[in-house]
């Protein structure tokens, strides 16, 4: 499966098998292991089949954490170190950038430039085929350096309080969603993939039509972003922040019962990332209008 994330297309565990790896499970016999049945599957056979496991077995669910496959320890230990990297670089940055009358031109300068540098590191690791920890983890320190400042910016100016109330809104959402997924009342199949991702596109193209608006003065500066219509619009960017997190979970699901190799649990890491960002965001914004006078 080629999963994506609202802000960046990535790589994911996918090998160009398009949606391949919907509603399948692993099977076992190298010899009945085909496109069809595992997303990893290639014409010739496991891409993944110098996995003397992988060869034997065609994969199978259990082989053992030491045969260089992925598993869900991996994942929460790689995106947990990566969300660790980006709280750390934002709370020195909620620290050390004041936002006082004096300072917050400046700070809010370092805060643009770090997260552009950011936005360029990411593009960089969504269009490599395999996963850069240093890269990733390059990324998060500025992307946290952008979000301490922005943090900052809004709780200590227009809404006190909105920098923690957004983070428990993001774990509520995750932890929510996760909920769902294992629930089985979130199916993840080609129809979800493609509402998702064609919800995606729509909202990237209202946000640059948005952009421009907001240019020539519309909304008071911020666009549809802005009272009624910014409140609708921040609700929307949450829940499709929530079906991309679907997605996620769903990517590793499969990447763990397919035998993806250990190191793509940082391209997990970095998906995951990227969409708790982008729910962050859009909490801390919808705060933002329902607090502005």
Do not use: H
């Not at 993944?48 to 669910?61: E, H, I, L, M, W």
């Not at 409140?231 to 829940?239: A, E, N, R, S």
């Amino acid at each position: 499966m080629r999963s994506s994330n609202p802000v960046f297309s990535r790589r994911g565990f996918s090998r160009d098998n398009g949606y391949a790896g919907f509603n399948t499970a692993p099977q076992a016999g190298g010899a009945a292991v085909g496109t069809q049945g595992n997303p990893y599957a290639q014409p010739t056979g496991n891409p993944y089949a110098q996995n003397p496991y992988a060869q034997q077995y065609g994969a199978p669910p259990q082989a053992p954490a030491t045969t260089g496959r992925m598993t869900i320890d991996d994942v929460v230990l790689r995106t947990g170190t990566t969300l660790g990297v980006l709280i750390v670089t934002a709370a020195l940055a909620w620290a050390l950038l004041p936002v006082d009358e004096a300072n917050i031109n400046r700070s809010y300068g370092i805060g643009i430039g770090a997260a552009l540098i950011g936005m360029v590191l990411a593009l960089v690791q969504s269009f490599k085929r395999k996963a850069s920890p240093a890269l990733i983890l390059t990324y998060a320190a500025f992307e946290g350096v952008f979000l301490g400042v922005i943090s900052n910016i809004v709780d200590n100016r227009i809404a006190d309080g909105a920098a923690m109330q957004a983070v428990i809104g993001t774990m509520a959402v995750f932890a929510g969603v996760l909920v769902a997924y294992k629930a089985g009342w979130i199916r993840v199949n080609r129809r979800f993939y493609g509402f998702v991702m064609a919800a995606a596109l729509g909202f990237v193209l209202l946000m640059a039509v948005n952009l421009l608006f907001a240019v020539f003065g519309g909304g008071d500066g911020l666009g549809f972003r802005s009272g009624a219509m910014g409140v609708f619009f921040g609700v929307i960017g949450i829940l499709l922040g929530a079906c991309f997190l679907a997605l996620d979970f769903k990517q590793v699901e499969d990447g763990v019962a397919y035998g993806a190799p250990r190191e793509e649990a940082w391209l997990a890491a970095f998906g995951l990332t990227l969409t708790l960002v982008w729910i962050y965001m859009e909490f801390l914004r919808l705060l933002s209008i329902l607090n502005s006078d």
